[in-house]
């Protein structure tokens, strides 16, 4: 595993605890020399997470929309700055850069990259790793959400495992380093062709 894509907020949230951790999980992205993959901004969740790696002589690869670049403050300071033409190629780019997915606390777009690169595990289009760093339980809500899908039967429970939930930065990635991703989903029985 070299890189890691980070789906984050722009905003600081309403907690410093937010900022607090993302800075943590920086700098341990840049202690195991993972390379940063993310929206590019330098504000709010995103800037704390980028700025940290940096500060620790880590490599962050920043990728943005050029109608956000401004909005979000583009960072000045990153590895590399990738402008794209729009958020579907800012998906598909860190998808491709990256070997593994992690959500920390953000709002609906956050939510949004999340799920659909979960949704790409699984349907089989990546065998990468996904997880949320649940900072100050922001994604418990999420969690028992995503129980509730189980229960209901609309998310099968092997692929419940597929998101992989913790609260300290170095278990996330020691469960990212040893993740054995479920087979793929298919709708056919086994006596069918």
Request: charged letters at 20%.
């Amino acid at each position: 595993m070299k890189s890691i894509a980070v789906f984050c907020g722009s905003s600081a949230g309403a907690s410093n605890v937010y900022i607090e951790h993302a800075i943590r999980f920086g700098k341990e992205l840049a202690k195991r020399d993972l390379t940063l993959v993310y929206g590019g901004a330098s504000v709010g969740v995103m800037g704390a997470v980028a700025d940290a790696v940096l500060e620790e002589g880590g490599q962050v690869i920043g990728i943005m929309p050029g109608f956000l670049e401004q909005r979000e403050i583009s960072h000045k300071g990153l590895s590399r700055l990738i402008v794209v033409d729009s958020m579907h190629e800012r998906k598909a780019t860190m998808a491709e850069l990256a070997d593994g997915f992690v959500a920390l606390p953000g709002g609906p777009g956050t939510l949004e990259e999340f799920f659909e690169i979960f949704t790409w595990a699984q349907l089989g289009l990546h065998q990468k790793p996904c997880g949320l760093l649940n900072i100050n339980h922001y994604f418990d809500p999420l969690v028992e959400l995503f129980n509730h899908m189980t229960k209901e039967q609309f998310l099968h429970e092997k692929y419940l495992s597929m998101a992989i939930v913790e609260m300290e930065p170095n278990r996330l990635l020691e469960q990212f380093a040893s993740y054995e991703p479920p087979t793929v989903k298919t709708y056919l029985k086994e006596n069918q062709t």
